[in-house]
């Protein structure tokens, strides 16, 4: 059964400091890796898919990547603003479900 | 091209009332998929479905849960009899192909609140 994990649960970090949330998965059998953002009561903004063929996936100042073998991927969010504020979450496609994981709330300090 | 859509937006019921929730998924999308996010949990899939055929209930609910997705208009979640455990934010999505590498895109989700 495919779990995923997401560390930490929370981070709070100065703005402008370069940071990574992590999340790692059970079941090394996937489809592709997704990245999205929640703002408090708000729905889901995808950041960035990454496919089960594929490494790394770069948008802006974000940079996700992804090792299977292993089971991990991390989040990389470069030079941090105030606004990058939310809940990160990390969901796996096996077979036609996303699992999801519990995901990372982040803070950055003006 | 309009992204998925969701409506309500938000929905208010009072325990024992029934709970509609609407999906229209994007142009060309033929596969829906529900999903629930209770107050402070993360997201759990609920459903997968096609036109006309329910592929996979294995999240929903045994009870007061059901799902359809006809051949015309949006897919339908209900939820009868409503309890205040109910109350969480359904997300839908949907994609074009059921293959494993396709993106799944969301919609805005409804929040329901049971009084």
């Known amino acids: 059964k495919q779990e995923v994990t997401q560390i930490p649960a929370a981070l709070s970090v100065p703005e402008g400091e370069n940071l990574v949330l992590n999340c790692s998965f059970t079941d090394s059998a996937i489809y592709n890796l997704q990245w999205f953002r929640q703002d408090p009561g708000k729905g889901l903004t995808s950041l960035l898919l990454?496919?089960?063929s594929q490494r790394e996936q770069t948008s802006g100042r974000l940079n996700a990547s992804l090792d299977k073998s292993s089971g991990r991927s991390t989040l990389y969010i470069a030079a941090s603003q105030p606004g990058d504020s939310a809940t990160y979450l990390c969901a796996v496609r096996s077979n036609y479900q996303l699992i999801w994981g519990a995901g990372t709330k982040l803070i950055i300090k003006p | 091209n309009a992204g998925v859509m969701q409506n309500p937006r938000h929905l208010v019921r009072r325990r024992g009332q029934e709970a509609r929730l609407r999906c229209s998924p994007m142009k060309g999308h033929s596969h829906v998929y529900w999903y629930r996010q209770l107050p402070e949990e993360g997201l759990k899939f609920m459903v997968y479905l096609q036109k006309e055929n329910i592929i996979d209930e294995s999240g929903m609910p045994k009870e007061r849960f059901s799902a359809e997705f006809p051949k015309e208009g949006p897919s339908i979640l209900r939820i009868q009899q409503v309890v205040r455990g109910d109350s969480a934010a359904y997300f839908c999505?949907?994609?074009?192909?059921?293959?494993?590498?396709?993106?799944?895109?969301f919609g805005p989700g409804t929040r329901l609140t049971v009084l």
């Open positions: 990454i496919q089960s």
């Open positions: 999505a949907s994609s074009p192909l059921q293959l494993g590498d396709n993106e799944q895109f």
